[in-house]
């Protein structure tokens, strides 16, 4: 099909996609744009606009790919997250909307003006990089496993030009030593080995690693909460973004290991997603 104007080429394009993805027009509008390097507005001012032959083979190229399930991020290269353009790539998760959750609650957080703030698992830097645009007196350290997310994070971090983050490679922990620190946050692995979604959509596309825990999703969540005590400064919080069914599991290990102010905090689909517990003891 020869698609001349805009207006045809997302037409052609929803049609087609319409059966793999739940989001087909959305889709094809974000790799049209991507095709003709473009802002949204332009969609609706110029329908009639007439791309070249090689918009149409490129755009053609793209819609094929998601048309086999490759999520529209990678495709692209960058996701948008707290308004944040990122570069993205399969080295680690695509940012999704529920994550701002996190972000949000954690800026409303009663915290020290130069706040000490660690973000285990950092992958993209998404989460560092939301709070360092919103707090760029917070120091912030953000640390994952993967080497190749620490440079896709270091490039998000170049690219932005915020310099109150530290990015290090580390196994949780264990690069920080004695480290203290007002805020702990973190989106870990927590999906269990058989949940069928892992076969379903862009997360088909994404590191196992970075996804999936032993102990039925809650083995990182478990190490995060029981060392995470002698990283926090007395009063200091931590904040875990978790499965929808887990609320529970994370309230009563927290309280095991003797957290206080426990509060699970809905996503904007209203569903159980982050949990926080403030440290009012020593240091153990």
Known sequence: MTLRTVAQAIAWATQLLSDTSDSAKLDSEVLLLHVIDKPKSYLFA?????????QYAKFSELVARRQM???V???????EFWSL???VNPSTLIPRPDTETLVEYALDLALPEEAKVLDLGTGTGA??????????????????????????????????GFNNIYIEQSNWY???????FD???????YIEHDDHHLSQGDVRFEPLSALVADDEGMADIKVIIAQGKRH???????LIEHGFRQATKLQQYFAQMSYSNILTIKDMAGCDRVTLAQWLGESP
């Open 46 to 54: 110029w329908p009639d606009g007439e791309l070249t032959e090689a």
């Open 69 to 71: 399930g490759e999520p």
């Open 73 to 79: 991020a990678h495709i692209i290269g960058e996701r």
């Open 85 to 87: 353009p990122l570069e």
């Open 127 to 160: 989460i560092a990089l939301a709070l360092a645009s919103e707090k760029p007196h917070w120091q912030i350290t953000a640390l994952d496993f993967s080497a190749d997310a620490v440079a896709l994070a270091k490039r998000n971090q170049q690219k932005l």
């Open 174 to 180: 264990e690069a920080i030593s004695e480290c203290k």
């Open 183 to 189: 805020l702990i946050v973190s989106n870990p692995p």
């Open 232 to 238: 926090l400064n007395q009063g200091g919080y931590l």
